[in-house]
Each structure stands twice: as structure tokens, then as C-alpha cells.
């Protein structure tokens, strides 16, 4: 069975950080790009930040500079490091795998988890 857990979402004051983590089970990710997606109610779900295999980041222009991305292929487990949160991070913030050699976009990602819920106040 392969599945995608995230977890450490919550509730933050404007400002605070918060470390999200998504745990892969049933095969190894190594060699798959890694991301992480949030999405609203009655939203597109969006790109914000990826790890390809080799370790390469890339992140939506709204999170350059706030968010983190890293990878752990020993415990097949990716990280989003969020700092310096606002309200518009409000979301529920999915990860993803993908070995397709594309990256941006959701439809390219083969596996995804159910989602945790960041909330950001004021």
C-alpha cells in the first residue's frame, strides 16, 4: 500500500512558524521529485514549493524566502518549514511524489496525501 501522511499543520499567529511534515510508505521516493500543494474551499490546488531527487528546490514566488523545503531519503519523509506565516498561507497544505520530470503543475503528481490544515491568524 502506498501512501503520503502529512502532519504538523495548526493554528498560528501572523508571523509564527509552523513545520510540516509527510511521511511515504509502500516504496522508496528516492528517486521522485517531492512537493507540497495548498488548496482553499472551492480553490485550485496550488503549487508551492518542490525537492527534486537530486535535492533541487523551487518555490512559488509567494513563499521564496518564508518557506523551506527538505528531504530525509533515509526516512522517506519530505519537510515544509514555514516561516514568517500571513493569513493568506490559510490552507490545507498537501504533499505529493512525482518521478514524471515535471514539477509545477498537480495533474503531473502521482501520489498525494489527505492534507493538513495551516490556519493563520490576524
Known amino acids: 500500500q502506498v501512501q503520503l501522511v502529512e502532519s504538523g499543520g495548526g493554528l498560528v499567529q501572523a508571523g509564527g512558524s509552523l513545520r510540516l511534515s509527510c511521511a511515504a510508505s509502500?516504496?522508496?521516493?528516492?528517486?521522485?521529485?517531492l512537493g507540497w500543494f495548498r488548496q482553499g474551499p472551492g480553490k485550485e490546488r496550488n503549487f508551492v514549493a518542490v525537492?527534486?531527487?537530486?535535492?533541487?528546490?523551487y518555490y512559488a514566488d509567494s513563499v521564496k524566502g518564508r518557506f523551506t523545503i527538505s528531504r530525509d531519503n533515509a526516512k522517506n519523509t519530505v519537510y515544509l518549514q514555514m516561516n514568517s506565516l500571513k493569513p493568506e498561507d490559510t490552507d490545507v497544505y498537501y504533499c505529493?511524489?512525482?518521478?514524471?520530470?515535471?514539477?509545477?503543475?498537480?495533474?503531473?503528481?502521482?501520489?498525494w496525501g489527505q492534507g493538513t490544515q495551516v490556519t493563520v491568524s490576524s
Open positions: 509502500g516504496r522508496s521516493f528516492s528517486a521522485d521529485a
Open positions: 525537492i527534486n531527487w537530486s535535492g533541487g528546490t
Open positions: 505529493a511524489a512525482n518521478n514524471k520530470g515535471r514539477y509545477l503543475y498537480a495533474s503531473e503528481y502521482d501520489f
